[in-house]
């Protein structure tokens, strides 16, 4: 019933512990595939000894050093299931969430997708994903994107769901080059999905602090979201969703950019100004009619987006402290 395509990348020497975390459970219909590149950080000898002793687990060996999205393609071509979910080795699917998972497609009417919650673990401690308030509020009924445009304003993660394959094939889909390889991907599939199905279990737990996966792209750089967002942009106007979803997609996509500005080691110093005009752009390209910002602090980030205000920004983003030493700085240069 679900394939489970595994980035074999094991930079935190997780990877043990993810795979054991998926063939332990009692629920039996599932299968492993484990696409290994030729980075040194695939321990090649680990998976092939999980290939040997369980069935259920099949390899796939890639040439060279590849992206993220040519890994988890691979394994999207390989996988026989009725169902695909795409983890990485920091992922650990707890519990009986398999099982869950199962009993849910089939409640549901087999679904074209199956969303569900995921936590995070970092430094010891413990939070919901960005979605949890999201589907906390969906009924067990299915129901297509239009009837819950909200939805669209939750990170497109290709981990927190599964994709029916038959859907996978149908429409074509694949993972780009380069990062942010996963945000137009899962938004075509949610846009073109007949039946979304929602089950309120935190199924995943992702060991790291930020979502940027550890095998990233040889050729990426951070700058590829622009287009990432541009083609889900472009889907809405194809799929006539526009007025429906654009308000939603359209926060998700500023909160993304303010996002990657905000994270330390994401953007040198001199990719700042340059990613800050690219986003205030696309704000100015993208800005729904009606639209309402978010209120409160985030609020006011998302106007200096709006106004090409990059140097209010940067003081916006500081610690509470740090703007009040700044402020004072500024007081006393002006007396």
């Known amino acids: 019933m679900i394939s489970v395509i595994v980035a074999a990348h094991d930079l935190q020497r997780q990877l043990e512990v993810c795979l054991n975390s998926i063939l332990s459970q009692s629920f039996r219909n ?16 680990l998976v092939d000894g999980y290939a ?13 050093v590849v992206g993220i999205g040519r890994i988890r393609n691979a394994g999207a071509e ?28 089939q409640s549901a009417g ?46 497109a993660y290709s981990w927190d769901r599964l994709i029916r394959r038959d859907l996978w094939i149908r429409q074509g889909l694949a993972f780009p080059d380069g990062l942010h390889e ?10 073109a999905a007949d039946r979304i199905a929602v089950l309120k279990w935190n199924c ?19 700058f590829d979201v622009f287009s990432r967002y541009e083609e889900s942009f ?19 996509m500023i ?21 800050f005009e690219r986003a205030g752009e696309h704000y100015r390209r993208f800005l729904p009619n009606g639209y309402e910002h978010p209120e409160g602090r985030e609020g006011v980030k998302f106007q200096l987006v709006a106004s090409g205000r990059y140097s209010a920004l940067k003081a916006a983003s500081l610690p509470q402290h740090a703007r009040s030493l700044v402020s004072r700085s500024a007081a006393v240069r002006g007396r």
């Open 204 to 222: 995943v737990q992702i060991r790291r602090r930020h979502t940027q996966h550890p095998a990233g792209s040889p050729d990426g750089t951070h």
């Open 234 to 252: 472009n889907l809405l106007k194809e799929r006539d969703a526009l007025d429906v979803v654009a308000p939603f997609l359209f926060t998700r």
């Open 52 to 64: 040997r002793r369980d069935g259920r687990v099949s390899v796939v060996r890639l040439t060279g």
């Open 110 to 155: 087999k679904p074209d997708v199956l969303l569900f919650g995921h936590t995070r673990l970092h430094r010891a401690r413990t939070w919901p994903g960005a979605a949890a308030d999201l589907l906390e509020r969906q009924g067990r009924e299915p129901f297509t994107l239009i009837d819950q445009p909200e939805l669209f304003g939750a990170p």
């Open 255 to 275: 909160r993304h950019y303010l996002f990657l500005l905000n994270l330390e080691g994401c953007l040198s110093r001199s990719e700042r100004p340059q990613f």
């Open 182 to 191: 996963e945000v137009a991907v899962v938004h075509r599939a949610m846009l």
């Open 78 to 105: 390989r996988a026989t299931g009725d169902y695909l979910l795409f983890l990485d080795s920091d992922h650990v699917v707890g519990g009986e969430t398999l099982q869950a998972m199962g009993d849910q497609l």
């Open 30 to 45: 599932v299968e492993v595939v484990a696409v290994l590149d030729q980075s040194a950080e695939c321990p090649a000898d």
